[in-house]
């Protein structure tokens, strides 16, 4: 069976016309089977939106990437800004490994981050396996909120259950995998 022309996305045209038909032209029901998004499993489309409503997402979530970005530049790995001998304090330490000194599944994911500001993509991976992808991830991230507000554009992902079950599966191994990875090289590097 061939695709439905009249259909976009999840949006079927021939509906629309159901209500207001074109002069001239014959609505046919379209076969549900015979449409081109059977059997798709996710959609990315992006609509016109407005400055205010753009000012509710898209600004909020480029803000704080883009600050994430900045304190990565800034701040070494070893909590020094960068060219200078100023140290700052660390506020905040893992509770899992204060108590038990074992890495929880996120330990060093801030100083791999750190590093990555630097390029420094061996440290990064020492810190953390997955900070470089990750730091690239939200590096692809800010560029679409950036090209989205530029637009006009909001960008909207639409994924069904069963592919975001096996997504969320699995993420949780690989961050399992990446998580014993660590363990294996902070033992190693002796940042354990």
């Not at 022309?5 to 079927?12: H, K, L, R, S, V």
């Not at 489309?45 to 409503?53: C, I, N, Q, V």
């Not at 994911?109 to 020492?126: E, K, V, W």
Request: with cysteine.
């Amino acid at each position: 069976m061939a695709c439905n022309p009249n259909i976009i996305g999840t949006m079927d045209l021939t509906a629309a016309g159901r209500v207001v038909p074109a002069a001239g032209r014959a609505v046919v029901p379209t076969d549900k089977a015979a449409d081109c998004s059977a059997g798709t499993t996710f959609s990315l489309s992006a609509r016109k939106a407005s400055h205010r409503e753009q000012a509710v997402i898209e600004v909020p979530i480029l803000g704080l990437l883009l600050l994430v970005f900045a304190v990565s530049l800034l701040v070494a790995p070893d909590f020094h800004i960068r060219g200078t001998a100023v140290s700052l304090p660390l506020a905040y330490g893992c509770p899992l490994f204060t108590l038990t000194g074992i890495p929880c599944l996120l330990c060093g994911m801030t100083r791999s981050f750190l590093a990555m500001g630097g390029l420094d993509f061996g440290r990064a991976f020492a810190f953390h396996p997955l900070g470089a992808i990750l730091f690239g991830v939200l590096a692809g991230l800010a560029a679409t909120m950036a090209w989205s507000l530029a637009r006009g554009r909001r960008i909207k992902l639409s994924i069904e259950p069963e592919l975001r079950r096996r997504l969320i599966a699995g993420t949780a191994l690989i961050l399992i995998i990446a998580w014993v990875v660590k363990l294996v090289v902070w033992r190693r590097t002796g940042l354990i």
